[in-house]
């Protein structure tokens, strides 16, 4: 097919993961997408200050930065050192934002991390992510940067991610402005929840949609179990109740396509961009509206 990009359409760095910032930039413009979700591993490649160079010269929006988080560990030099990278984290966030196209959001997606190593105490985990985004809010608030809380599906509940439903994820944003902690919906993560629309309606009540990112549930699942996402059409996932509720929800912003998964990474990045494209158009079916300034 030779599908014209969606204008909501977002290209997450993490679906083509060996190609390079400036190969994403080129794929990305070449295939007609208007927006780019960074991660940072790629941006250290080439360094924060040439990263929003490159950003700033390629005409695309920044839709998010992955990623934050990991900070479940206790009081100590390991959390210390967490957070103080989330705080690098919310610097870089900022910069790419400003750096990129009008309708660019700071957006920083946040994993809250696993159980820390010889523990089972997963209430005292979750403690500790709410008491890591009451120390940094204040730092992303002057940055003018939204924390992004993301839910991951339970079966990574022990080594990724102690919040595991939408609906705990505004839990533990409520405490604080919706500018500054917000959450992510991401199909793969949350679709099974027997409560998500509720929580989807939730979110939007609360202004605290940060980011819709979409990927299909592929079974079996992987061995390696964080590379059983698959393009949207592959799997098991329909995308059209949950794209309505988000758009009903009043989320405007850029819609980011976030693929793991081995055989998508090793076929050529603009092979995958192209299917991508064609995929978004044919299952995604989100309003047709540019994101909003800001």
Same mark, same amino acid.
């Given at each position: 097919?030779?599908t014209?990009?969606?204008?909501?359409?977002?290209?997450n760095? +993490?679906?083509?993961? #060996?190609?390079?910032?400036?190969?994403?930039?080129?794929? +990305?413009?070449?295939?007609?997408?208007?927006?780019?979700?960074?991660?940072?591993?790629?941006? #250290?490649?080439?360094?924060?200050?040439?990263?929003?160079?490159? &950003?700033?010269?390629s005409?695309?929006?920044?839709?998010?930065?992955?990623?934050?988080?990991?900070?479940?560990?206790?009081?100590?030099?390991?959390?210390?050192?967490?957070?103080?990278?989330?705080?690098?984290?919310?610097?870089?966030?900022?910069?790419?934002?400003?750096?990129?196209?009008?309708?660019?959001?700071?957006?920083?997606?946040?994993? +809250?991390?696993?159980?820390?190593?010889?523990?089972?105490?997963?209430?005292s985990?979750?403690?500790?992510?709410?008491?890591?985004?009451?120390?940094l @809010?204040?730092?992303?608030?002057?940055?003018?940067?939204?924390?992004?809380?993301?839910?991951?599906?339970?079966?990574?509940?022990?080594?990724?991610?102690?919040?595991?439903?939408?609906? *705990?994820?505004?839990?533990?944003?409520?405490?604080f402005?919706?500018?500054?902690?917000?959450? @992510?919906?991401?199909? /793969?993560?949350?679709?099974?929840?027997?409560?998500?629309?509720?929580?989807?309606?939730?979110?939007?009540?609360?202004?605290?949609?940060?980011?819709?990112? &979409?990927?299909?549930?592929l079974?079996?699942?992987?061995?390696?179990?964080?590379?059983?996402?698959g &393009?949207?059409?592959?799997?098991?996932?329909? /995308?059209?109740?949950?794209?309505?509720? @988000?758009?009903?929800?009043?989320?405007?912003?850029?819609?980011?396509?976030?693929? /793991?998964? *081995?055989?998508?990474?090793?076929?050529?990045?603009?092979?995958?961009?192209?299917?991508?494209?064609d +995929?978004?158009?044919?299952?995604?079916?989100?309003a047709?509206?540019?994101?909003?300034?800001?």
């Amino acid at each position: 097919m030779n599908t014209a990009a969606h204008p909501r359409l977002s290209l997450n760095q +993490a679906t083509v993961k #060996h190609a390079t910032l400036s190969e994403v930039i080129t794929v +990305a413009r070449s295939a007609g997408i208007g927006a780019l979700g960074t991660w940072r591993e790629p941006v #250290h490649d080439v360094g924060l200050d040439e990263a929003a160079r490159m &950003v700033s010269g390629s005409g695309l929006r920044i839709s998010s930065h992955c990623r934050g988080g990991f900070f479940t560990a206790p009081e100590g030099s390991a959390r210390r050192a967490a957070m103080d990278d989330n705080r690098r984290a919310i610097e870089e966030t900022a910069t790419l934002a400003q750096a990129g196209a009008p309708g660019s959001r700071a957006v920083l997606v946040l994993v +809250a991390g696993g159980l820390p190593d010889d523990s089972t105490d997963l209430a005292s985990a979750r403690g500790r992510v709410a008491d890591a985004l009451d120390e940094l @809010v204040a730092e992303a608030s002057a940055a003018g940067v939204q924390l992004a809380i993301e839910p991951l599906h339970p079966m990574y509940a022990a080594d990724r991610a102690v919040v595991s439903t939408l609906g *705990q994820a505004l839990d533990l944003s409520q405490p604080f402005d919706p500018a500054t902690v917000g959450v @992510v919906v991401d199909s /793969f993560h949350v679709w099974w929840d027997p409560e998500l629309f509720d929580a989807v309606a939730r979110a939007g009540h609360q202004h605290r949609i940060a980011s819709y990112q &979409v990927s299909d549930w592929l079974t079996p699942i992987a061995a390696d179990a964080l590379l059983s996402r698959g &393009v949207m059409g592959d799997g098991h996932i329909d /995308f059209g109740p949950l794209s309505a509720a @988000v758009d009903a929800a009043g989320y405007t912003g850029d819609v980011e396509v976030e693929v /793991f998964n *081995q055989d998508v990474w090793d076929a050529p990045a603009a092979a995958t961009v192209a299917r991508v494209v064609d +995929a978004f158009a044919e299952h995604v079916p989100v309003a047709d509206v540019r994101p909003v300034l800001g």
